[in-house]
């Protein structure tokens, strides 16, 4: 049994201690706490596995007053023994099981560490129904205090709250204890209409039922608006464009990019509008952290504060703006978190940044100097936390092994220099192409990493995301995900942040035989090899999840939109081929695409992402 233990996150400390406790039904669940009720949530939660997984029936008493030998689970919260903030010791006897902690979160996920032992029993036993547990003894705890994902809700896909409160659940049962919604545009500001009439926003009460979501799973929904850059779905309103930095073209370090872009730091007007911003959207949550966003504002001192940023210096002028919507956020009662990808270009400017600010360290690549700025933070003793990616957004099916070596850069850094959180980003840059299950094994190892780095260092993830992402005890999806979120090395050229498929359907064709003639040759034969490889395990995959069938549906478009790039990449070469024939292959998977989208998310921004495809489209009927 114990060859089949596999563990998301893999425990600190496991010890097999030998035997085997017998489940039978009619036992009790015990919640030995001075407030019971705050354990209801994960009893009740073993209860719905321990139903499902073995049929059995157990009933929950707050008073440790009934037969010691009814007592089949004790959930105890108590200071000792348990001293580390989120740990709990779990101990299977042949008598019992019990789980302690010092706090509710901690027997919390002691609770999802039982489950998964429960679900790995399932392989280890003959019959498909489980019988018995290991006996063991578990001692764990996180290294870093926050482990949270944020997922891009602003390019283009808003989810349904189907979909977010199935993520929520799957993302609590690994121990991701903060979640946060990328927003641009996106919340339904009742004093901006005009800015989200078209992006099916998510409304106060959608995020009202998010928040308690998130709470009973121990999980802070932290409030994220984008509040410097990144405001051209705001600036592009009449009402809203006088407070742009830039009306028009910029420079960026990739090239000229049409504005407008960023708010006008010396504008009083735009103080005013984030003022209206936070008034509107921060009483929705209970949490008391606040991500502000102000990155990538490139634009800065090429329009209205080109003379101020030349006179005082543009690092400057940036962190004076700063500053003015940190003293917003802590007016408003929150600690500000804010991307820090500005300030680090002006090292000696990090001393002034708020000590009780957080900075939020990111960056996508595996070799990304999350050791080198994590050390510029804690020398001027700034918070901040490590923020990695999924690599699944500009690739379609993923890029594994950067993402394995991003998030496990980022945790092994964060903890050497003290990173006091760890947040694992998942963007949807140019039209959020890749569908939600790509994401699943970034969304894995991240929290493993971010549990307990050593210990997962050597995590079977492919195993692991098969088993508790997909459902999938056969392995066979986890692997298929794996090795085709790889495919993206085959072709023999990996751009940065992105891989050559996604931008072989991205560019025009002009600009992709411009690219192909500064490459090495591509080798289309052995990406079509990869990608039919990969896909060829989905027919021994077992899925237990309630959309097995949508994620089948979704792997197989994402497979035929990656043999289409490797077609559109050998018509850039110059090799014959049916220009008809490809049109009508990509209007079918567009087709598809469609029915995908709307299946998990809502439709305001599918025009903009199906818009982008019909484009490349559009290049095979010119002739």
Request: hydrophobic share 40%; net charge negative.
């Amino acid at each position: 049994m114990t060859d089949h233990l596999h563990l998301l996150p893999a425990p600190r400390r496991l010890t097999m201690t030998g035997g085997a406790f017998p489940l039978a039904d009619g036992q009790l669940i015990l919640l030995d706490s001075p407030t019971p009720q705050e354990l209801r949530f994960a009893a009740a939660r073993f209860q719905q596995a321990l139903r499902e997984q073995c049929g059995l029936d157990w009933e929950l008493v707050a008073s440790p007053a009934v037969p010691p030998e009814q007592v089949g689970l004790t959930l105890r919260v108590t200071p000792a023994p348990v001293h580390r903030p989120q740990g709990y010791d779990l101990a299977i006897t042949p008598a019992g099981i019990t789980i302690i902690a010092a706090e509710p979160a901690g027997a919390f996920y002691g609770v999802c560490t039982l489950i998964q032992i429960m679900q790995s029993a399932v392989s280890g036993q003959r019959s498909a129904v489980i019988q018995s547990l290991p006996c063991l003894r578990i001692a764990d705890w996180p290294d870093f205090p926050a482990r949270g994902v944020m997922l891009d809700v602003s390019r283009d896909k808003v989810p349904t709250m189907e979909t977010l409160l199935a993520l929520v659940d799957m993302l609590a049962g690994w121990k991701v204890n903060q979640l946060q919604l990328y927003t641009e545009h996106t919340f339904a500001y009742r004093n901006h209409p005009v800015v989200w009439a078209a992006a099916s926003p998510l409304t106060g009460q959608d995020i009202l039922t998010l928040d308690a979501c998130c709470r009973e799973r121990h999980i802070e929904l932290v409030p994220n608006q984008n509040s410097f850059g990144h405001m051209h779905r705001w600036l592009k309103h009449p009402q809203y464009a006088p407070l742009a930095e830039v009306p028009g073209d910029f420079d960026t370090p990739w090239g000229r990019h049409e504005g407008p872009f960023s708010l006008c730091p010396l504008d009083p007007g735009s103080l005013d509008l984030i003022r209206s911003l936070y008034d509107e959207l921060l009483p929705h949550f209970t949490s008391r952290q606040f991500n502000v966003g102000c990155d990538e504002t490139f634009d800065l001192g090429q329009g209205r504060s080109k003379e101020e940023c030349e006179r005082r210096g543009a690092g400057r002028v940036y962190l004076d703006f700063l500053l003015k919507i940190y003293r917003e956020v802590k007016a408003r009662g929150h600690t500000m978190q804010f991307w820090g990808d500005i300030i680090v270009q002006h090292p000696d400017l990090i001393p002034q940044v708020p000590p009780d600010a957080i900075a939020l360290e990111w960056g996508y690549e595996a070799d990304h100097p999350f050791d080198e700025r994590g050390a510029q933070y804690a020398a001027a003793g700034v918070p901040f936390y490590v923020c990695p990616g999924t690599s699944s957004w500009c690739s379609l099916a993923g890029r594994t092994d950067n993402a394995l070596g991003n998030l496990l850069n980022a945790a092994e850094n964060g903890l050497k220099h003290g990173a006091s959180g760890y947040l694992n980003t998942d963007w949807g840059d140019y039209g959020h192409w890749q569908v939600l299950p790509v994401s699943f094994l970034g969304f894995a190892a991240g929290a493993a990493y971010s549990w307990a780095v050593d210990a997962n260092r050597s995590l079977d993830v492919a195993q692991v995301v098969s088993r508790y992402a997909f459902r999938d005890p056969t392995g066979a999806m986890g692997r298929l995900a794996y090795d085709l979120g790889n495919v993206y090395q085959a072709v023999g050229f990996v751009p940065h942040n992105s891989s050559a498929l996604f931008r072989a359907l991205l560019w025009p064709l002009d600009q992709v035989r411009s690219a192909l003639a500064d490459l090495p040759p591509i080798n289309l034969d052995r990406t079509l090899e990869a990608i039919d490889r990969a896909m060829s395990g989905l027919a021994g995959a077992q899925m237990a999840r309630p959309d097995a069938a949508l994620i089948v549906q979704e792997y197989e478009n994402t497979a035929r939109l990656m043999r289409h790039a490797c077609r559109r990449i050998s018509l850039a070469q110059g090799r014959p081929a049916d220009r008809r024939e490809l049109d009508q292959d990509l209007g079918q998977i567009i087709e598809e695409y469609r029915r995908l989208w709307l299946a998990r998310n809502r439709p305001g921004g599918l025009p903009d992402s199906v818009a982008r495809l019909e484009r490349a489209r559009q290049d095979y009927r010119e002739q």
